[in-house]
Structure formats: structure tokens, C-alpha cells
């Protein structure tokens, strides 16, 4: 009799040390998701950069973009016309709007409104896989191949709707490293004042450059420099890719953008962590996190725009 009631107990009601296993594997699961978690986000990382980025706010106030400052005002606006893979974006301050392209066949290159509203838009002929974009100044454009492995350089058409010919442009090839599974160029920015162009390779393993003299040698004298900065990248990007980048030339500093950890950081000219901002859900400003950020660029106002794919558009506007 004793033997069967405690048959019955058992079956109904697990002893303490079942109890205690199963605490130990919630527990176990809340750990892993935690790892993972700061595997991806870099939460310890954020949480020591938010601490000591905060101490010398006041010192970057006036000379610096400080991307904390910045509020969504715009979230996730489709972009009517384009379907999928909108790939990357610059401001074009002679022209006084934006610049994006698209990576789905048809390729296209876009010119928008900062409302993200199509205001012309380009066939590109030859092109296979168009991932970045920067704007160069008077009506010159380059873009990143990232399986080529090639920067691209070719004048915006006088009339809308005009195709680009990739055989009648000019390019560089930059084979840094492998591209294998499709992780070559994601970023490109120009810088006016010292006519370089910063191209950043995504991943695997993440890569930053710099190419001084481009428009120069396009015009006919060559001085080509290249130089690795990889260093920043070590130093300062806590991320797990890069997605795209952008120079802003008001302040000379560089914004780097990745998709993977949902964050837009900002570096001066040394390389090193001014600020930055996550660009998650539930944070804050955002209803909902940005899901596959792939480019950024900063207009003349100050404004700061994000592209997600397929064909979203954010604006972001500065308190």
C-alpha cells in the first residue's frame, strides 16, 4: 500500500531535485539567450560606449553629429515603385535631394525627395551587384560592385529615365580580400575636402580602406593612395557587419551603419567612438526595429536618413 501511494505521489508531483533540474534548465535557457544576445548586439560594448561617450557629450556639442540627439520622424515609409532590395542612399546637395539604388534586377539608381518619393530614376546596364553609393559632386556617381569587387565612377544623365552603360564608366578594382559568399563592398563614402572615397567590406572579415586622389586620376592625373584603416574598425566598431557608410562633411567624421547589431555609430577623424544610436524597436523612438538597415546619409539640414530592404525609408530629424 505505502509502495503504491508513493507511486502516486511521484506520478502527479516531481520531488524537489526534478524541480531543481528544471529550474536549472530555464535558467540554463535564459543564459544562452543572454550570450547570444550580447554576441549579436554587443550589449556589454554598448552599455561601456553609451557610459563613456555621455562623459564628453558636452565637449562634442556644436562639432559633432551626436546621434543620440536624433529622434525618428519618419519610420517606415515604403518607397512606391520599388519592390525589393533597396540597397543603399546619399545626399546630393547640388541637386538638392537624394541618390539610392536598387540590387533586384531591374538595377536601377533612383533619385528621390526627402519625403522618399521618386523624382527620377536611371536604368543600369551591366551592372550585377550594386550594394553601395556615394555622391561625388557635379553630377558624379560611384557605386560599389561587391562581387566584382570594383568601384564604378560615371556622370548622372541630363535627361530622366536615360540608362547607365557600365562599359562607358570608369572603375577600380580594390580585391582586398574574399568575397566569397557574397560579402564583398557594402559601404562607400567620399570625402570632398581630401578627394578620398572610404569603402568598407561587410564581413568576414569586416574591412575599412581609404583611396585618395580618385577624382583627380579620373581627370586625368593619376595619385592614387590606398590605405588600410582597419584600425578604426578594431578600435571602435562594435558590430557584427557594415552595411553602408557616410561621410559628413560638416563635422569630417564618419558614420558606419550595420544591419546585423541595428546601430548607426558615428567616428572623427582619428578613427575613434564619438556616438552612436541604436536603431532597434522598443527603445525608444522606434515602434519597431529596423530590419535590414543598408544605407545612410546626411542631408545639408542635418537630417539623417536610413534604407532598409526591401523599400523601406526612414527619416530621422535632431532635437
Not at 557610459?51 to 565637449?59: F, Y
Not at 539610392?100 to 522618399?116: C, F, S
Not at 567624421?253 to 556616438?275: F, K, M, T, W
Amino acid at each position: 500500500m505505502n509502495s503504491a501511494v508513493d507511486l502516486k505521489r511521484h506520478g502527479t508531483r516531481p520531488g524537489p531535485n526534478l524541480r531543481r533540474l528544471g529550474l536549472c534548465g530555464l535558467g540554463l535557457v535564459a543564459l544562452l539567450a543572454a550570450v547570444v544576445a550580447t554576441a549579436k548586439f554587443h550589449w556589454h560594448q554598448r552599455a561601456w560606449f553609451y557610459v563613456t561617450s555621455n562623459l564628453h557629450a558636452e565637449a562634442w556639442a556644436g562639432r559633432s553629429v551626436w546621434l543620440p540627439d536624433y529622434r525618428v520622424e519618419v519610420e517606415a515609409r515604403p518607397v512606391e515603385g520599388v519592390n525589393d532590395d533597396l540597397s543603399a542612399i546619399d545626399f546630393a546637395p547640388d541637386r538638392k535631394g537624394l541618390l539610392a539604388v536598387t540590387n533586384a534586377p531591374p538595377i536601377k539608381l533612383l533619385e528621390l525627395d526627402h519625403e522618399g518619393k521618386i523624382t527620377a530614376q536611371y536604368p543600369l546596364e551591366g551592372f550585377e551587384d550594386v550594394e553601395a553609393l556615394a555622391y561625388m559632386g557635379d553630377g558624379q556617381v560611384v557605386v560599389a560592385d561587391e562581387l566584382q569587387q570594383q568601384l564604378v565612377f560615371f556622370h548622372l544623365p541630363g535627361k530622366p529615365g536615360q540608362a547607365i552603360d557600365k562599359r562607358d564608366s570608369q572603375s577600380l578594382a580594390l580585391p582586398l580580400a574574399s568575397s566569397a559568399h557574397n560579402k564583398g563592398f557594402e559601404g562607400v563614402a567620399y570625402d570632398a575636402a581630401h578627394d578620398r572615397i572610404f569603402v568598407a567590406k561587410e564581413r568576414d572579415p569586416r574591412q575599412l580602406h581609404s583611396v585618395s586622389g580618385v577624382k583627380a586620376s579620373l581627370g586625368g592625373k593619376l595619385q592614387l593612395k590606398v590605405e588600410d584603416l582597419g584600425d578604426w574598425i578594431d578600435r571602435s566598431v562594435f558590430t557584427s557587419d557594415i552595411s553602408d557608410l557616410h561621410f559628413d562633411a560638416a563635422t569630417g567624421h564618419l558614420l558606419v551603419l550595420s544591419h546585423e547589431s541595428r546601430l548607426v555609430i558615428e567616428l572623427d577623424e582619428n578613427g575613434d567612438l564619438v556616438s552612436f544610436r541604436t536603431l532597434l524597436g522598443g527603445f525608444g523612438d522606434l515602434k519597431e526595429s529596423v530590419g535590414q538597415a543598408e544605407g545612410l546619409t546626411r542631408d545639408d539640414a542635418g537630417n539623417l536618413y536610413v534604407v532598409s530592404e526591401p523599400n523601406l525609408f526612414y527619416r530621422f530629424r535632431k532635437n
